[in-house]
């Protein structure tokens, strides 16, 4: 039996503050997500300001980033499942505010990709170090909704970057953004660094932390293993291609094909991608753990993923091919409140197949095939399309590209359903293990 909040009072653990801690690493990723994306709503100006092309803003946003975040996010973990998780948080947190603050200090189109590079770098030590913390705070039949709770940080974060990015971009330019951007991370620092103290590693499991911790190819292995966690991560990434693209170009599509300015995007994207995404997210999260207090078990999550994916695909040709704005802005609705719904129930299942010391690696695995498949090459994708059919469609080529993006969210969809046939059997696998 897990333990039991009070039971970790009556201990002076540090379960009696596991919801101010869960706030506050949610403001952590709310942080990550808002210097991570509020470039995308600045890449119109960037693109006027350094003469680039589709395909030079699609290395920024997705490649650039995504590279260095996904290969030291694995040594970032190896760290997690060894040292302090509140130190690493808020070291990591630091680096990649000031360098978001330092982008708006470039001076070309080189010197933005070596500012992108360290907020990769930095942002590479949260995620896998707080999912290791939440599943120390949270017993398995809460760990999805608080995992959702946190990932629904990534929704808030673009809200602010989209809706504040915007505003600021058109009222005071791209590099003031940036700036402005970076300085609430660094006050989190403080905050986090003063108020968070680090739980005991499987207390709340009833799990003795008395092994050191595998090594990297090791916990690879384990993982790998396990067929549920091949489809989880094969699931995840290809969702996460289809959502990166958009989120990078979404904002010039609908200036390119609708004539909107930067506040009307900014105003449009937060309430889409914002209020309609952290909705989603949150309601995925509580939605896998009720059920998975029923009949639809561990396979619940899978499940929810799954129906997230498949319940989109319909409304993408609605948006990117509708010539009136109020019916695109309204199919969009619909990806928008979905895109991120797989995200804590996979968070969720992972942790749950990982034993205590792979943890952040688990994490990190995870991270990295998501950002390298989705971050690295939706974007990327999405911009070389968009040059090559330039010629035959000029601007609105960007629609036509970003239409192939919904086959790698269908085969999602598949991913998830095969995911759910055997997390059941892997899950009894690890626990008797």
Not at 365 to 382: A, E, K, R, S, Y
């Amino acid at each position: 039996m897990p333990v039991t909040e009070q039971e970790n009072m009556a201990r002076g653990g540090v379960f009696a503050h596991r919801n101010y801690v869960l706030a506050i690493v949610t403001l952590v990723y709310v942080v990550n997500y808002m210097d991570r994306q509020i470039l995308n709503i600045l890449l119109p100006q960037i693109k006027a300001e350094f003469h680039l092309s589709d395909t030079q803003l699609g290395m920024l946003a997705g490649p650039v980033f995504a590279v260095v975040y996904s290969v030291l996010g694995l040594p970032m973990a190896l760290l997690a499942d060894r040292v302090s998780r509140r130190k690493l948080i808020a070291a990591t947190l630091g680096v990649f505010s000031v360098t978001t603050f330092a982008s708006a200090f470039v001076t070309s189109f080189a010197q933005l990709l070596v500012a992108r590079f360290g907020t990769g770098a930095g942002e590479a030590g949260t995620s896998p170090a707080v999912s290791s913390l939440i599943s120390d705070l949270f017993p398995p039949e809460k760990r999805a909704t608080a995992l959702g709770i946190y990932a629904s940080g990534l929704n808030i974060g673009l809200l602010i970057a989209f809706f504040g990015g915007g505003w600021v971009a058109e009222h005071y330019g791209w590099r003031a953004a940036f700036m402005i951007a970076g300085v609430p991370g660094l006050i989190l620092v403080l905050l986090f660094t003063l108020t968070v103290r680090e739980p005991r590693r499987g207390a709340i499991d009833r799990l003795a932390d008395n092994e050191a911790a595998p090594g990297l190819w090791a916990a690879t292995r384990h993982l790998f293993a396990l067929r549920s966690f091949r489809y989880i991560i094969a699931g995840a990434s290809l969702s996460s291609f289809t959502g990166y693209a958009g989120l990078a170009f979404n904002p010039s599509y609908l200036a390119r094909s609708h004539g909107m300015s930067a506040i009307e995007i900014g105003v449009t994207l937060a309430l889409l991608s914002g209020v309609l995404g952290f909705l989603g997210t949150m309601a995925a999260g509580i939605v896998a753990d009720r059920l998975g207090a029923g009949a639809a078990g561990e396979r619940a999550g899978m499940l929810v993923s799954m129906a997230g994916a498949l319940l989109a695909l319909p409304a993408f040709p609605f948006f990117y091919l509708a010539d009136t704005l109020w019916i695109a802005v309204a199919a969009a609705a619909i990806p928008a409140a979905l895109s991120t719904t797989y995200m804590g129930p996979c968070f969720a299942a992972v942790q749950g197949l990982a034993p205590l010391r792979i943890r952040a690696k688990a994490q990190a695995l995870l991270l990295f095939t998501v950002n390298m498949i989705g971050l690295g090459l939706g974007p990327q994708w999405v911009g070389l399309v968009s040059d090559l059919l330039q010629p035959r469609f000029g601007d609105g080529s960007l629609r036509y590209a970003m239409v192939t993006t919904i086959i790698p969210l269908a085969a999602a969809g598949w991913c998830f359903w095969r995911a759910a046939a055997f997390l059941r059997d892997d899950m009894l696998r690890v626990r008797a293990a």
